[in-house]
């Protein structure tokens, strides 16, 4: 079975940068797999912030990037902002279907 | 625009069926660039892909391998909308399901948008 397993959680400092990532059990990701990343804040659903890698959705703040790292997919916030505390999810392609990662809790500290 | 409202009810029985129903407006259930998902959250197994549908001149279903003995997702082209059936459900089964389109054109694959989200509890 195929795992995508992201860092549990990470904590920055505000106007910090930090990056989340996303492995593949089946080795490295590649743009292939047309790594997407969610954002989830508490009693709501996911929000969509990248598609296919690094393309961004029109209401993606620009302080949101997203790569390939290291044979992962990356997340890399610049300048985080307090409001950014929150949960990602990441989710990748496996050729018919999506498999998520665990997500990475962020906090903002 | 594209939105998707789902509808359901919240409480299932042991062994019974889940059904859940995603409407589709802005878009068509039979796009030949689109496919539509439902996708379950729980704290114990997280955010789950259960499956899709699609239209490519013939219809077409892909599901997780860890409910495709028991899932039916289902067009249905007069409503443009789509279902969940999940069968012989188990208080495991508990999650707020949602309903998803992902969308490929040009090498690119987006997920979204989102359904609201239903809390769906077996239970007896």
């Known amino acids: 079975q195929t795992v995508v397993t992201q860092e549990p959680s990470l904590t920055v400092s505000p106007g910090g940068t930090v990056t989340l990532t996303c492995a593949s059990s089946?080795?490295?990701?590649?743009?292939?797999?047309?790594p997407n990343w969610f954002q989830q804040i508490p009693g709501q659903a996911p929000r969509a912030l990248i598609y296919?890698?690094?393309k961004k959705h029109s209401w993606t703040p620009a302080r949101f990037s997203g790569s390939l790292l290291g044979g992962k997919a990356a997340l890399t916030l610049s300048g985080v902002q307090p409001e950014d505390e929150a949960e990602y999810y990441c989710?990748?392609?496996?050729?018919?279907?999506?498999?998520f990662g665990g997500g990475t809790k962020l906090t903002v500290l | 625009q594209v939105q998707l409202q789902q509808s359901g009810p919240g409480l299932v029985k042991p062994s019974q069926t889940l059904s859940l129903t995603c409407a589709i407006s802005?878009?068509?259930?039979?796009?030949?660039?689109?496919?539509w998902n439902w996708i379950r959250q729980s704290p114990s197994r997280g955010l789950e892909w259960l499956g899709r549908t699609y239209y490519r001149s013939k219809w077409y279903n892909e599901y997780a391998v860890s409910v495709k003995s028991r899932i039916t997702i289902n067009p249905d082209t007069s409503k443009n909308q789509f279902s969940l059936q999940l069968n012989s459900v188990t208080p495991e089964d508990t999650a707020v399901y949602y309903c998803a389109r992902d969308f490929y054109t040009s090498g690119w694959y987006s997920v979204d948008p989102w359904g609201q989200g239903t809390l769906v509890t077996v239970s007896s």
């Open positions: 989710l990748l392609y496996y050729g018919g279907a999506w498999v």
């Open positions: 089946t080795g490295a990701v590649t743009s292939s797999f047309y």
């Open positions: 802005g878009d068509s259930v039979s796009s030949n660039s689109a496919a």
């Open positions: 296919s890698t690094s």
